[in-house]
Nanobody, 114 residues
Framework: QVQLVESGGGLVQPGGSLRLSCAAS????????MSWYRQALGKERELVAG????????NYGDSVKGRFTISRDNAKNTVYLQMNSLKPEDSAVYYC???????WGQGTQVTVSS
């Protein structure tokens, strides 16, 4: 079955950087677009970034454009999210998702605070 394991979260100061990883298994990774979502406490889950099957096209939520970069390594079945210039409002649990599947991973907590 589909398994998604996110990692790389943590506590970082405003202006800092983190790189999230999502290791996927149970499906043909290179055949599916992938996305990162986040959910802050008390808020709905929102789309952060998406990437096509081969990585040729990406899209971002307005709040992260110019600061976050999504990428993937199909040889490693892994999708990444490089987050720079982090702000307190970026604090949330971050999840990855494969387009077309309902499964979610356990998420990784990102906290931006001084």
């Amino acid at each position: 079955q589909v398994q998604l394991v996110e990692s790389g979260g943590g506590l970082v100061q405003p202006g800092g950087s983190l790189r999230l990883s999502c290791a996927a298994s149970g499906f043909t990774f290179s055949s599916y677009a992938m996305s990162w979502y986040r959910q802050a406490l008390g808020k709905e889950r929102e789309l952060v970034a998406g990437i096509t099957r081969r990585g040729g096209s990406t899209n971002y939520g307005d709040s992260v454009k110019g600061r976050f970069t999504i990428s993937r390594d199909n040889a490693k079945n892994t999708v990444y999210l490089q987050m720079n210039s982090l702000k307190p409002e970026d604090s949330a649990v971050y999840y990855c998702k494969a387009q077309g599947f309902r499964s979610w991973g356990q998420g990784t907590q990102v906290t931006v605070s001084s």
